[in-house]
């Protein structure tokens, strides 16, 4: 299967927090791009 990413993906690891409204999402970056980034975040 050919890849279809316009950017590279590199893995990227450290612990970190996302702020959306009034609500805070702790989690850890696993990996990151020019268009986006891959975070695993447990409730």
Do not use: W
Not at 10 to 19: A, H, I, L, Y
Not at 25 to 42: F, H, P, Q, T
């Amino acid at each position: 299967m050919q890849e279809k990413r316009k950017f590279h993906r590199v893995p990227f690891q450290c612990q970190t927090q996302v702020k959306c409204g009034n609500r805070t999402y702790s989690g850890e970056l696993l990996d990151i791009s020019m268009k986006g980034a891959l975070l695993l975040v447990r409730d």
